[in-house]
């Protein structure tokens, strides 16, 4: 099964079992009481399953699970989750977040709907992630929990990167992600270079170039069908862009995989 979402991420918890899946060509096994979190914006794939899997599946736009703001040190936590999004929740925290899932889908069931049905929502949502991070934390043995200093730059530079892996790497021009982020296209690529290090240029190439990479890496996507997908104006345009950015025709990568 392949997932490829714009502006949401997936939390897939594994209750009984096993399955294996591919995130940005990297391979998660996962066995009972594992959790990884698939961001918006990538390619991934669920390879396989034991006959015995017993799984929740929860789609969440990012807008609603991301609590910004919050007391945890949500950026550490969103960074160690991008490097490894797998972690593993004991028997208490795995019934939590069952319960949690079985008050979403029942809140969800009820006709006619109940006022405030979203804003319920986005509080089961965000208990469901505190409980997700919360894992995190006491495997990366991180029990420092302070209010989260966000500077008006890091703001910037995180709001980038939700924009563009909200497009899913169809826009691919800086004066996109600054109208909407309302700043100058001239301010917006010197902030990410302070924040980050590299470039708001070289973070858009390389997250173009990763999608391109998972689609033609999956065999399931001619090279035509990946330029439309990722919207270049034509396949010779998408060959020159992949050629410059990774010295190799996509064609000539596609082959080279198993």
């Known amino acids: 099964m392949q997932i490829q979402l714009k502006s949401m991420s997936v939390f897939f918890f594994c209750i009984e079992g096993e399955a294996v899946v591919e995130e940005s060509q990297k391979v998660h096994k996962l066995a009972k009481g594992d959790v990884i979190m698939l961001a918006g914006g990538y390619v991934s794939e669920i390879v396989s399953v034991s006959d015995n899997l017993r799984f929740m599946y929860v789609a969440i736009e990012n807008s609603a699970y991301h609590p910004s ?3 945890f040190q949500i950026k550490e936590l969103m960074e160690a989750l ?8 004991d028997e208490t925290m795995t019934s939590e977040c069952i319960a949690i899932y ?13 006022p405030l049905t979203p804003d319920v929502m986005t509080g089961y949502v965000q208990a469901l992630t505190m409980i997700v991070f919360s894992a995190k934390m006491q495997e990366s043995k991180s029990t420092k929990v302070t209010k989260t200093d966000f500077s008006r730059k890091q ?14 790497g169809v826009e691919r021009g800086m004066a996109y992600y600054a ?6 296209q001239r301010y917006l690529p010197r902030i990410v270079k302070e924040v980050s290090g590299r470039f708001a240029s070289e973070h858009i190439d390389s997250f ?10 999956s065999h399931r996507y001619t090279v035509l069908q990946v330029s439309e997908i990722l919207e270049f104006s034509s396949h010779t345009v998408f060959t020159k862009y992949f050629r410059k950015q990774t010295g190799q025709t996509p ?3 596609q082959k080279s995989l198993p």
């Open 179 to 184: 109208d909407r982020l309302c700043v100058t």
């Open 102 to 114: 079985r008050l979403m889908r029942y809140r969800l069931g009820l006709h006619p709907s109940p």
């Open 155 to 168: 703001d910037l530079y995180q709001g980038f990167m939700d924009e563009l892996k909200a497009t899913g």
């Open 82 to 89: 991008s490097h490894d999004p797998t972690c593993h929740l």
């Open 251 to 253: 064609s000539d990568y």
């Open 69 to 71: 703001r919050s007391v």
């Open 208 to 217: 173009v170039v990763d999608k391109a990479k998972q689609l033609l890496s």
